[in-house]
């Protein structure tokens, strides 16, 4: 009933239980047709705890036109050594689904975080709780500050306030192993596309990280690119429903470039986008799109782009050197994410 793992191996102990639910938890996101009908509006997916479910909640918002945006979850048992995380990462054990085992699914719309957290539950008891656990409220938190299309990372937006500490679980005693994600460790989880959580003196727990699942390196591989296109799709879809069953003329297609226009302008003021170009004439809808009760709009925009990693170099020089302008023989001293 609890069915096998990815390598063929019957699930036992713990992993017995989690089988099934895990099971049944797929085929209500596969089969659910509330969670398709379009006037159920989200911008989030989450299944916290359930790495498992990643390619689910990608095939659901294949299925939304990519309108959301996934919080992925890594193991709770994934120790907090480079090793351990690359290999995870990576999928080194070459198994079939994303789980405890390793990282399968790739998806621009998909952020991953690390590490897992304790928290209390409301009778002050110590539990322990998935990183989505945290990025979540951080990310809904960022959006009541700015925008979508802003980074939810950072001391500014990335602040973590309901959680006491990070850590994992030790997969021999059951125990919550409380760590600090030093800059080595940042470094590792961050080429391998994940997330990381850490302490920054001064500022507490934050998101230190905005990197999606994507495959290649494009402007869709940050978080703050991928949400802005999840809230143009959003919009875009609303504004152009007024055009439905309208003349495919000049007339409809100044309307609605005019309406698309204004959509974009805002973004260029809110930091969204620097530039965009917004086609809907006889180039684009010919005649035998026209024929076949077509019309189409063209859509091309320059993201904004993050600062994540800053460069100050700091120069030691003579008495007397600073008036000469020379400036070589640096010394640099560079911070990054």
């Not at 152009?240 to 698309?260: G, L, Y």
């Not at 990693?309 to 008495?319: S, T």
Request: glycine residues 8%; aromatic residues 6%.
């Amino acid at each position: 009933m609890s069915g096998n793992d990815t390598s063929g191996v019957p699930n036992f102990g713990r992993k017995a239980p989690r089988g099934y639910i895990v099971q049944s938890m797929k085929a209500i996101i596969d089969s659910s047709t509330a969670l398709r009908e379009e006037q159920n509006n989200f911008n989030l997916i989450a299944c916290p705890g359930y790495p498992e479910l990643i390619s689910n909640m990608v095939n659901l918002n294949n299925d939304r036109n990519n309108t959301a945006f996934i919080i992925g979850d890594s193991p709770l048992r994934l120790k907090a050594t480079g090793t351990d995380i690359q290999a995870w990462a990576t999928n080194s054990n070459n198994v079939s689904a994303t789980g405890e085992g390793g990282l399968t699914v790739t998806s621009p719309y998909v952020g991953v975080y690390y590490p897992s957290g304790q928290t209390n539950d409301l009778s002050g008891a110590a539990v322990v709780v998935p990183a989505s656990h945290a990025v979540l409220r951080t990310i809904i938190q960022s959006d009541n500050k700015s925008y979508p299309w802003m980074a939810p990372a950072g001391t500014l937006r990335g602040l973590v306030d309901n959680l006491s500490s990070i850590g994992y679980i030790d997969a021999v005693s059951g125990s919550f192993v409380s760590v600090g994600v030093t800059q080595g460790l940042r470094d590792v989880l961050y080429v391998n596309k994940i997330n990381p959580m850490t302490y920054l003196p001064g500022s507490g727990l934050v998101v230190y990280g905005q990197k999606t699942l994507a495959t290649t390196p494009s402007a869709m591989d940050r978080i703050n690119v991928s949400r802005l296109v999840n809230y143009l799709r959003s919009q875009l879809n609303v504004l152009s429903r007024p055009f439905v069953f309208e003349p495919n003329d000049p007339i409809t297609r100044k309307s609605v470039t005019a309406t698309v226009t204004s959509l974009m302008n805002d973004l260029v003021s809110k930091r969204g986008i620097s530039d965009y170009v917004v086609v809907c004439d006889g180039t684009n809808n010919t005649a035998d799109r026209i024929a076949r009760n077509e019309l189409y709009v063209d859509v091309a925009i320059q993201p904004t782009k993050d600062v994540e990693f800053i460069y100050i170099p700091i120069r030691l020089k003579n008495q007397g050197d600073m008036q000469s302008g020379n400036l070589s023989s640096a010394a640099a001293v560079g911070t990054g994410a």
